[in-house]
């Protein structure tokens, strides 16, 4: 068995932004429902910052941590700044993952550029959208 550093420990145990938010201003998704781990992201922007996002996935640990990791990150952020986080910083914030693992940080990084892109189509990331 692999060990896990206490970060990663936390994000598993107590996920933090588990959910969907009704009505969002991006919906993203990385990996694939046909595969085995997927993520979905969805978002909602004022003022150009995410506001609010919230994740649900299917997945092993490491999954479920580094996307609860991944809305802890982003939350706040600007529109530019959330689309600069990479998977080496979702991985650095569970604490490091194992190289097996590493494919899970790519999930948060993929969903929220997916619903980052989703949020420009429909015309909602401008920093004036209140």
Do not use: Y
């Not at 809305?71 to 530019?80: D, F, Q, S």
């Amino acid at each position: 068995m692999d060990l896990v550093s206490p970060e990663f420990l936390d994000h598993f145990m107590n996920p933090r932004n588990h959910g969907t938010i009704e009505d969002p201003d991006g919906t993203g998704m990385g990996g694939s429902p046909d595969c085995d781990d997927w993520l979905l992201l969805t978002i909602r922007v004022e003022a150009g910052r995410i506001s609010d996002i919230q994740f649900r996935c299917r997945g092993c640990s490491a999954a479920i941590a580094t996307s609860s990791a991944t809305t802890v990150l982003v939350k706040g952020r600007t529109i530019e700044e959330a689309e600069a986080l990479s998977a080496d910083e979702i991985e650095r914030a569970v604490g490091g993952l194992s190289e097996e693992k590493r494919h899970c940080s790519l999930l948060g990084e993929e969903a929220l550029n997916d619903a980052i892109n989703d949020c420009r189509r429909r015309g909602n990331a401008s920093p004036e959208t209140i």
